[in-house]
């Protein structure tokens, strides 16, 4: 697949319907399981790694997190029309049909405000972080643990509990949505998403 997601030309935008009585993280957990092994089965049938998400009305207080959230809606981009047809989130989201609502695919709107990148965000124990850097130094693990205490803390954003499809435990896939300057090619995992290195694009409004 080439990195030519500049033309992200079509989407589909899915919202969290409010029930009083199941909360939104429950639903999050529910869709993005189901949409996490639908990218991995059209990454693994159609070889389409070009599929991209963002959460439309997601903010993240950088003080402390309390007032981080991922709203309740979630865009999905494609390079086309088809790609999403393929995609098939009705198929996969049938289950779900009561707690969210999906609208058609349509074109990204001519206009829009700008560009964000989505990555899941990964960050690694400071004890993991002090013995790779007394590794590769050859220096103490107390000197290595002074050095990485000095390095910025862990964020603490937003997350969609997911299940593990290999040993069936939680784990938190934390997101981080930040502003682009420009738009920027690439592919994405099978979460719609960015790793911590790179900064694919998707539409943003």
Same mark, same amino acid.
């Given at each position: 697949m080439s990195d030519a997601t500049l +033309?992200?030309? @079509?989407y589909q935008e899915i919202t969290i319907l409010p029930d009083p009585e199941i909360t939104s993280y429950f639903i999050w957990s529910k869709l993005y399981n189901q949409l996490h092994i639908a990218l991995a089965d059209i990454k693994n049938t159609h070889r389409i790694e070009s599929i991209g998400v963002s959460f439309p009305d997601y903010h993240f207080d950088s003080k402390n997190g309390k007032s981080s959230k991922l709203g309740n809606k979630l865009r999905v981009f494609a390079l086309s029309e088809d790609d999403l047809t393929k995609l098939d989130l009705n198929k996969w989201l049938e289950r779900l049909t009561d707690y969210v609502h999906i609208k058609p695919i349509k074109a990204v709107p001519d206009k829009i405000e700008g560009y964000v990148s989505v990555h899941r965000y990964r960050f690694k124990p400071i %004890?993991? /972080?002090?013995?790779?850097?007394?590794? *590769? !130094? *050859?220096?103490?693990?107390?000197?290595?643990?002074?050095?990485?205490? #000095? &390095? #910025?803390? %862990? #964020?603490?954003?937003?997350?969609?509990?997911?299940?593990? %499809?290999? +040993? #069936?435990?939680?784990?938190?896939? *934390?997101? !981080? /949505? /930040?502003?682009?300057? %420009?738009?920027?090619?690439?592919?994405? $995992?099978?979460? =719609?998403? $960015? =790793?911590? &290195?790179? +900064?694919?694009?998707?539409? @943003?409004?």
């Open positions: +033309n992200l030309s @079509h %004890e993991v /972080q002090a013995q790779s850097l007394a590794e *590769k !130094l *050859k220096i103490s693990l107390d000197d290595a643990l002074a050095t990485v205490a #000095k &390095r #910025k803390p %862990e #964020k603490p954003l937003p997350y969609i509990t997911l299940i593990s %499809e290999t +040993n #069936k435990s939680p784990y938190p896939l *934390k997101v !981080l /949505q /930040q502003p682009a300057d %420009e738009p920027k090619p690439g592919t994405f $995992n099978t979460y =719609g998403m $960015n =790793g911590m &290195r790179n +900064n694919a694009t998707v539409p @943003h409004w």
